[in-house]
């Protein structure tokens, strides 16, 4: 397992600097420059030009990029924001990130806590009213999009019942770790609509694969086998089907980690939460190239991270699976 993982790793080097690469070459094919309008104005030519010579956007695309990597590599540095003027990519991560962090974990965690009891439960009790009535509301929440469901929260608990605030976050809350938020009243109340507009479709997902995977792994000649040695209907659920029925569900999370934690730009922008996901669109259309290729580079380590965690976990759930 050891020598698996350091070789993991050392993949991730060529990978992330394919994307990188691909990033950075793209993302400057589009047309327009970041400096062709400031507002609704645009700059003199003379300006542009200094403007380009300022950031090396004369220069040719391989100079550029070479310039890039040795940035990040030795200073660690992502580079100055082209739309926010006096601040680096560094610092608008640094910034946003743990927010987005935030909401992203205990969106997931909620999805979890609902997801995997709601699927589990669906399956044992498959063709009975548990079983549609889960069913139905999974389908109902992959179906009501977060731009739908975020609203409708904020009208009726904050709105109309006055539970909660209409929008923004408890940024100013303490901190545990960096990330983490600790138990105080006044970030819970920021926290809970945003948590549950994201947590919801995330549930539903979750029901939806583990009810499926369950389904299918109940069925299998081992499970049979262990009905018929005699073994509790409890044991072999837990010790054999539900173990092995978790690897689907495990493959989806790593991905949807990823996602949830670098920031939603929907959820964020319907609760005013000043996280990362706003410049994961905002960056392409102010054509902002740092903010464009560091967020997209952070989505990437994130990405191989989790699917690295997600291929250990396979070890673990299924001791048929070796990687030495």
Do not use: C
Request: glycine share 8%.
């Amino acid at each position: 397992m050891t020598r698996y993982i350091i070789r993991r790793i050392l993949w991730f080097i060529p990978v992330l600097l394919a994307i990188v690469m691909a990033t950075f070459v793209f993302v400057r094919a589009i047309p327009g420059g970041p400096f062709d309008f400031v507002g609704d104005k645009s700059l003199p030519p003379s300006v542009v030009a200094n403007l380009k010579a300022k950031y090396h956007l004369n220069e040719p695309v391989w100079k550029q990029f070479a310039r890039y990597l040795y940035d990040v590599v030795i200073k660690q540095d992502l580079g100055p924001s082209y739309r926010y003027r006096g601040r680096t990519v560094n610092e608008i991560i640094r910034d946003a990130l743990p927010i987005s962090t935030q909401l992203g974990l205990l969106s997931l965690l909620l999805g979890l806590a609902i997801g995997l009891p709601a699927g589990i439960i669906a399956a044992l009790k498959q063709n009975t009213a548990i079983d549609y009535g889960s069913t139905f509301v999974a389908i109902l929440g992959v179906s009501i999009p977060n731009i739908v469901l975020g609203p409708l929260l904020i009208w009726i608990f904050a709105l109309k019942l006055n539970w909660f605030p209409v929008a923004r976050w408890g940024a100013q809350a303490p901190f545990f770790l960096g990330f983490l938020p600790v138990p105080n009243l006044t970030f819970w109340k920021y926290a809970i609509l945003p948590t549950i507009t994201l947590g919801t479709g995330l549930s539903a997902s979750i029901a939806r694969l583990t009810r499926a995977s369950l389904l299918q792994t109940i069925r299998e000649d081992y499970i049979r086998t262990a009905r018929a040695k005699g073994l509790a209907e409890r044991v072999v659920i837990v010790r054999h089907a539900l173990k092995n029925s978790m690897i689907p569900v495990v493959t989806i999370l790593g991905p949807m980690f990823a996602m949830v934690v670098t920031g939603t730009f929907t959820t964020e922008q319907i609760f005013g939460i000043p996280g990362l996901g706003k410049h994961f669109v905002t960056s392409v259309g102010n054509r902002d190239y740092p903010v464009v290729v560091g967020t997209t580079l952070l989505y990437s380590v994130f990405l191989v991270i989790a699917n690295l965690l997600v291929d250990i976990t396979y070890a673990w759930l299924d001791p048929r699976i070796r990687y030495d």
